[in-house]
T-cell receptor, first 112, second 113 residues
Framework: GENVEQHPSTLSVQEGDSAVIKCTYS??????FPWYKQELGKRPQLIID?????GEKKDQRIAVTLNKTAKHFSLHITETQPEDSAVYFC???????????FGPGTRLSVLP | DAGVIQSPRHEVTEMGQEVTLRCKPI?????LFWYRQTMMRGLELLIY????????DSGMPEDRFSAKMPNASFSTLKIQPSEPRDSAVYFC???????????FGPGTRLTVT
């Protein structure tokens, strides 16, 4: 089955700097890759996603890149702000395209 | 829309007791997912339903766990008997067929003492 790895597990950056989180997946048939943000005590919420026919997608300060050949995708946050502090999860669809397999998460701390 | 609704939000129970968690998906969504989140194991899929039918329950830890979806607007996750290692946050999520995006509920924090 699908296996998703995520690095780093924790990341601290200064406010205004960029943050990059990387994920790898194992199933070459996976075709959808979402990123969820989870603030302390809250539910995971989708912040950006990318499909396998696209190499990059941007939404204001966040972007995601996908390399299907290497089976990895990354989240980029520019001009980080304290409110970006949260746990970020990447995910990939499973073999049947029905469900997500989540990475273990990255705890991002943005220091003022 | 109110989003995915879960109840109770917090549950504290003693080992050996039966626990029932409830979920109401977003109206019109035809897929429903139950997840468990712990520090050690992260977000784990327990079971998911398509059109009220269980599709994959391979993530259900053991026979003490069972889930039902009697209709399109309601699902339950039951643990009987509960054990301290079941302590976790349980999330329900739903999705509409054409979209991959899953919408999560607020979760139920379960503590088994």
């Amino acid at each position: 089955g699908e296996n998703v790895e995520q690095h780093p597990s924790t990341l601290s950056v200064q406010e205004g700097d960029s943050a990059v989180i990387k994920c790898t997946y194992s199933d070459s048939a996976s075709n959808y890759f979402p990123w969820y943000k989870q603030e302390l005590g809250k539910r995971p919420q989708l912040i950006i996603d990318i499909r396998s026919n696209v190499g990059e997608k941007k939404d204001q300060r966040i972007a995601v890149t996908l390399n299907k050949t290497a089976k990895h995708f990354s989240l980029h946050i520019t001009e980080t702000q304290p409110e970006d502090s949260a746990v970020y999860f990447c995910a990939a669809t499973d073999n049947y395209g029905q469900n997500f397999v989540f990475g273990p998460g990255t705890r991002l701390s943005v220091l003022p | 829309d109110a989003g995915v609704i879960q109840s109770p939000r917090h549950e504290v129970t003693e080992m050996g007791q039966e626990v029932t968690l409830r979920c109401k998906p977003i109206s019109g969504h035809n897929s429903l997912f139950w997840y468990r989140q712990t520090m050690m194991r992260g977000l784990e899929l327990l079971i998911y339903f398509n059109n009220n039918v269980p599709i994959d329950d391979s993530g259900m830890p053991e026979d003490r766990f069972s889930a039902k979806m009697p209709n399109a607007s309601f699902s339950t996750l039951k643990i009987q008997p509960s054990e301290p290692r079941d302590s976790a946050v349980y999330f329900c999520a739903s999705r509409t067929g054409p979209s991959y995006e899953q919408y999560f509920g607020p979760g139920t924090r379960l503590t088994v003492t």
